[in-house]
């Protein structure tokens, strides 16, 4: 069983800048993919970025390509979201997810592919 714990939300101004991060317990960390997702008020939670084991590879959704940045540090079980120039529509929880799969060499944008999820964490962009 692999917990996931997301931190770093909070109120920001539009063009501004937060890092979210997203801990997870359990020794496998280091071979699964991860993923960030996030929920906007009234619509269906959407994928934002994926990185595969080793960072080799990252993938991001259009809408946050160029401004959103994923990484981790296997070392402590962390995944990142650097979140810059910030828009209003940027607004949702953002939720952290797992997939088990091990060494896996591309991420994926299926959140139904991810086993694990985390609690989430709000941002809210001000216009």
């Known amino acids: 069983q692999v917990q996931l714990v997301e931190s770093g939300g909070g109120l920001v101004q539009a063009g501004g800048s937060l890092r979210l991060s997203c801990v997870a317990s359990?020794?496998?960390?280091?071979?699964?993919?991860m993923g960030w997702f996030r929920q906007a008020p009234g619509k269906e939670r959407e994928f934002v970025a994926t990185?595969?084991?080793?960072?080799?590879?990252?993938y991001y959704a259009d809408s946050v390509k160029g401004r959103f940045t994923i990484s981790r540090d296997n070392a402590k079980n962390t995944v990142y979201l650097q979140m810059n120039s910030l828009k209003p529509e940027d607004t949702a929880v953002y939720y952290c997810?797992?997939?088990?799969?091990?060494?896996?060499?591309?991420?994926?944008?299926?959140?139904?592919?991810?086993?694990?999820w985390g609690q989430g964490t709000q941002v809210t962009v001000s216009s």
């Open positions: 359990g020794r496998t960390f280091s071979s699964y993919t």
């Open positions: 997810a797992a997939e088990s799969t091990p060494w896996r060499v591309a991420g994926t944008r299926d959140e139904y592919e991810y086993d694990y």
């Open positions: 990185i595969t084991w080793n960072g080799g590879s990252t």
